[in-house]
């Protein structure tokens, strides 16, 4: 009896000799089986997180100096993987475009807080549906009624800016509710008055969640914004009839309200915050100003509003918006990618399912593709025959299958408006050149600091 208990108990410590000494073998191999990016070694929990501050755009450039472009840091408990230049940030997100479409799970639990729509989703048949509907939609309203939306809202927005009788003033309330209004008349079919109280609901908590969710009398067969073209595409994707049970119904309403709700910021955030650049930088830049307000009087005159059929003529008026993107991108950083297989970028393994960062700031001031980055200068998108012309640099909507659906609406946006202020303000700086810092933290927009500036009528 004594000999069998003392044979399990060689046993079991022979197995548990083997069992920890293959399992340290096979840790360590595993481990070392991936070549990781290097980086910065952070403090426990927190990691790097203490080092990103309101610019981590700018930090991850610093560290890429004594990293090298493609490095990993963690984030908190995360290993995130920065990828900072032209090369890096193609290398993933076009070469290896259909790997890096997805969304980090760490990210995609966004949804629950933020809205379920296209960008927290991961790229499966759901998203790619969503996409090409909102495209098509898209098209739709810009063929239907953008241009008229957008001069009419032009019209509201020069009044209330001439009605601060040169003063000086922080007008980036009113750009705001500007852009607003024209993805509320897409989205929702109208625009509010600015003095609204919903309106200041919605501008306070950057939501339309509560206030616009469209909860009955959708017309399947006759749809009058996104919103209801929205529910009746998921009525008919899941194939519930307006007989379906209160259940079904609730639940198809309420994704759609979700997506909504994300739509709403990604389209509105982004597309202000662009037109704010636009402006600081014409401020700082006078003589480009100057430059700008001659193109719009040689093509429209002083009185004509422009049309989208006038892009073509106004280059100069284009490449100083573009110009103003390349210098502060407004997501400096693309919303976090994730990889569905294990791949090589700039020569590093970058494990399935990493948590990775693009630097679209970085590849603006890619020095390999740009002539004196830091330098403030539209003329580097004019062609030797005077057109604008495109950089393969420029990655302000990102690049690959999640570029930007709303570009084209952007820049619409973005060339009108900015042409209508132009053609009948004169606009100073009221301070000093503080305005031309920026402050992103967390939020990824990339936002200028508080400035105020003076508004003054060309006669
Ligand atoms: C100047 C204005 C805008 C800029 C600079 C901009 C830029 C971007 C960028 C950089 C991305 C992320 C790409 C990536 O994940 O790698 C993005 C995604 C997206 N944008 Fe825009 N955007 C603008 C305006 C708009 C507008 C007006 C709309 C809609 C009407 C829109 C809808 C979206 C959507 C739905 C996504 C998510 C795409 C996806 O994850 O598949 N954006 N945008």
């Known amino acids: 009896m004594t000999n069998v208990a003392t044979d399990y108990t060689w046993t079991a410590a022979f197995t548990a000799v083997f069992v920890m000494v293959f399992g340290v073998y096979w840790f360590s191999r595993s481990k070392k089986q991936y070549n990781l990016p290097p980086g910065p070694k952070g403090w426990p929990f927190v990691g790097m997180l203490y080092k990103l501050g309101d610019t981590p755009h700018i ?18 408990t995360q290993r995130v993987i920065v990828l ?80 601060t009788n040169c003063k000086p003033v922080d007008c980036s309330h009113l750009l705001r509710y500007a852009i607003i209004n024209v993805i509320g008349i897409f989205i929702f079919g109208e625009r509010w008055e600015y003095s609204d109280t919903a309106f200041k609901k919605i501008l306070e908590e950057n939501d ?23 529910v009746g595409e998921q009525f008919r994707n899941h194939g519930v009839r307006q007989s379906s049970t209160f259940k079904e119904l609730k639940n198809v309403k309420e994704t759609a309200t979700s997506s909504v709700s994300e739509l709403f910021r990604t389209a509105t ?57 390349r210098m502060v991108a407004p997501l400096s950083l693309a919303p976090p990618h994730s990889n569905t297989k294990d791949c090589k970028i700039g020569g590093y393994d970058i494990p399935k399912d990493s948590y990775v960062l693009p630097n679209f700031h ?45 570009e084209n609406i952007a820049r ?42 003076r508004c003054i009528p060309r006669t």
Request: glycine content about 6%; aromatic content about 10%.
């Open 59 to 76: 930090q991850f450039m610093e560290m890429a100096k004594k990293f090298g472009n493609v490095f990993s840091m963690k984030v908190g």
């Open 84 to 163: 900072n230049g032209y090369k890096a940030v193609t290398e993933a997100l076009v070469d290896n475009n259909s790997i890096f479409s997805e969304r980090p799970d760490a990210w995609t639990l966004k949804r629950v807080k933020d809205g379920d729509g296209i960008v927290s989703r991961n790229a499966d048949h759901v998203w790619k549906e969503r996409r090409t509907f909102m495209g098509t939609q898209l098209r739709d309203f810009t063929k239907r009624s953008l241009e008229a939306t957008i001069h009419e809202e032009a019209e509201m927005l020069c009044e209330a800016l001439g009605a």
């Open 208 to 230: 339309v969640k509560q206030t616009r969710a469209r909860e009955d009398n959708v017309d399947l067969n006759d749809p009058r914004d996104y919103t209801e073209a929205l």
């Open 269 to 325: 955030d982004p597309t202000y915050t662009a037109l704010r650049w636009a402006l600081v930088y014409s401020v700082k830049h006078p003589e480009i100003q100057e430059k700008i307000h001659n193109e719009i009087v040689d093509v429209i005159g002083t009185s004509r509003r422009a049309t989208i059929n006038d892009y073509d003529s106004m280059p100069f008026t284009q490449a100083a918006i573009m110009e103003a993107m």
């Open 362 to 406: 970085s590849v603006h001031m890619d020095p390999e593709f740009w002539e004196n980055p830091e330098k403030y200068d539209p003329s580097r998108f004019i062609g030797p025959d005077g057109k604008l012309r495109n950089k393969v640099a420029f990655m302000a909507f990102g690049r690959g299958h999640r570029k930007c659906p709303g």
């Open 412 to 453: 619409c946006q973005l060339f009108l408006f900015f042409t209508s202020f132009i053609q009948r303000f004169r606009f100073e700086l009221a301070e000093d050149a503080a305005a031309l810092k920026s402050k992103t933290g967390m939020s990824l927009i990339n936002k200028p600091a508080d400035h105020k500036i």
